[in-house]
């Protein structure tokens, strides 16, 4: 229940190697940036049912002083993916190779965000020290924690005959067991010959070929040309001025939108002496508004018709406000569903903060590994409607809508926080969960990541869009909820369902607080 406190730097993660991966860069004098990719490349190893090579990425910088940099390390629907490609069909599969229909984008990320690292310092450790953890990691076996045994057991039937799965992910063609030693040898090739070409080679290069005649070979309607016009792109972050200070997260296509309005509305209702159940369900209430705003709205950043950022005007945000009813639940339509994540948060002695959110989508992304390189592609695509008249219609080169949002924060009194989470609907409730607990209620930092969590909205398998509690959330609670209208459903206590949380906070005194998870294999790691 206690954070980690350190003076130099800090680094958490939900895998405790990659936390250790960032560590060791911070103590070779690299940067918080360097530090992250570093990370990113390691947990892509270790944690491969969340996140890989063949997702996407997005990324909050927040400076010691003037604004953050966001980057939108997503990519677009292939070329081939056109609405008479999927002729017949109702909807996009969500695995195989027509779930894997647009660019992965967290290799031009980490590109990117070393450039900017570049900028800021004017010096960089190699890119090879940044890949060695993961390397070696791939070489020489990971252990396997219980969420991906977890995965791989839940999701054989689903996914053991697709392409590359049984040979890259199963052992004896059956789910690795939990604390056994895992082995990704074509991993480890691919990420020794990024090491060598350099990032940019996973788009433009040799590598880009290898992957553009797996894609080719197995039907993905993603093409070498769609890898060579790929670029990872510097965005503004949207912000919201709340009481406690300027609180900022990314601009479409992500649902950055969702975590701010209802941080914003919920700043309007007076929480810091709400009680849990009030806590609750004025999230729950707020998030409901929030989630309708993202659905009238997000989309491709070139196809919106609003302005996002003035979605968050003090007057909109008061309209909104006035529309949460403390006496009863209001009704609402069905949620996006979940979404396998990770969130990593770095801070550096320079001051310097990282938010930085990877992901392949669903547990497995598509479920495609393409030959030769290890990497499982993800179904980020299968976001696209499917109706050419809807807002998020398939389009090729059109990007599709994201839940990921990392979150950072410059708070009144002097505290930068960066903060966030997995889990595709849970994300923004789990950020407003964290943010109301520590910096509006004044929990500790660890204690309000541990506390007992909720989730509105769908889970892995599941199709109701029932407000799911932690089973620690108290029966008086519970009762106080459903007497206001809420259908709840009670899960496990620490249920990775819930997330899988962190935070860093750089104090005015110069120290770092760290936390993570318990849900998750994290640790949060300084010196």
């Known amino acids: 229940m206690h954070s980690n406190v350190s003076t130099h730097g800090m680094a958490v993660a939900p895998h405790h190697l990659a936390s250790q991966s960032a560590l060791a860069i911070l103590r070779d004098g690299g940067s918080a940036i360097e530090a992250m990719v570093a990370a990113a490349a390691t947990i892509a190893v270790v944690y491969p ?43 996009i599969p969500h695995r195989g190779p027509r779930a894997a229909l647009t660019v992965a984008g967290t290799v031009s990320g980490w590109d990117e965000a070393l450039k900017v690292s570049q900028e800021m310092r004017g010096t960089a450790l190699p890119l090879a020290r940044l890949l060695a953890d993961a390397i070696d990691y791939a070489q020489n076996g990971t252990p396997v924690t219980a969420s991906q045994a977890s995965a791989t057991a839940s999701k054989f039937d689903e996914l053991k005959d697709l392409p590359g799965f049984a040979e890259t992910w199963l052992i004896d063609g059956k789910p690795p067991r939990v604390g056994s030693r895992f ?14 070409d350099g990032l940019d080679s996973f788009y433009r290069g040799p590598l880009a070929e290898c992957l553009a005649r797996g894609m080719e070979k197995l039907g993905l309607p993603v093409t070498l040309a769609d890898l060579n016009a790929h670029v990872a792109r510097r965005t503004t972050p949207l912000k919201l001025q709340h009481q406690q200070g300027e609180v900022w997260n990314l601009a479409p296509p992500t649902q950055g939108l969702v975590s701010l309005a209802i941080l914003g509305i919920t700043d309007r209702l007076g929480m810091a002496d709400a009680d849990e159940a009030t806590t609750i369900h004025r999230i729950v209430e707020a ?55 990770v969130w990593m948060g770095v801070m550096d002695n320079s001051g310097l903060a990282v938010s930085f959110i990877q992901s392949i989508y669903h547990e497995f992304g598509s479920g495609v590994v393409l030959p030769d390189t290890g990497i499982v592609w993800q179904n980020r695509g299968a976001s696209f409607s499917l109706n050419p008249a809807h807002l998020l219609a398939l389009a090729p080169g059109k990007q599709p809508f994201h839940t990921l949002n990392p979150a950072a924060a410059r708070l009144h009194d002097g505290r930068v926080m960066v903060y966030g989470s997995m889990g595709g609907d849970g994300q923004p409730q789990t950020q407003t969960a964290l943010f109301t607990r520590y910096v509006v209620q004044g929990v500790p930092l660890q204690e309000s990541i541990s506390l007992p969590r909720w989730l509105l909205g769908r889970t892995w ?50 120290l770092f607080e760290g936390a993570f998870d318990p849900r998750s294999n994290g640790s949060a790691a300084g010196y």
């Open 461 to 510: 398998g599941q199709t109701s869009d029932t407000l799911k509690l932690e089973g620690r959330v108290s029966p008086q609670t519970i009762a106080r909820l459903q007497a206001l209208g809420h259908e709840t459903e009670v899960f496990p206590d620490f249920s990775e369902a819930m997330g899988h949380a962190g935070a860093i906070v750089r104090h005015p005194n110069g």
């Open 287 to 341: 998030t409901k508004l929030a989630f309708g705003l993202r659905d009238t709205h997000i989309t491709d950043p070139r196809e919106l018709k609003t302005d996002i950022q003035r979605l968050l005007a003090p007057a909109e945000l008061d309209a909104l406000a006035a529309r949460v009813n403390d006496s009863q639940a209001a009704q609402w339509g069905t949620g996006k569903g979940p979404g396998d994540t």
């Open 183 to 196: 082995f990704q040898p074509a991993m480890a090739a691919t990420l020794k010959r990024l090491a060598d």
């Open 49 to 91: 049912h969340m996140n890989g090579l063949g997702g996407d990425g997005f990324w909050l910088i927040v400076p010691p002083g003037g604004e953050p940099i966001a980057i939108d390390a997503s990519g677009a629907a292939g070329s081939l993916a056109t609405l008479a490609a999927y002729d017949g069909l109702t909807q």
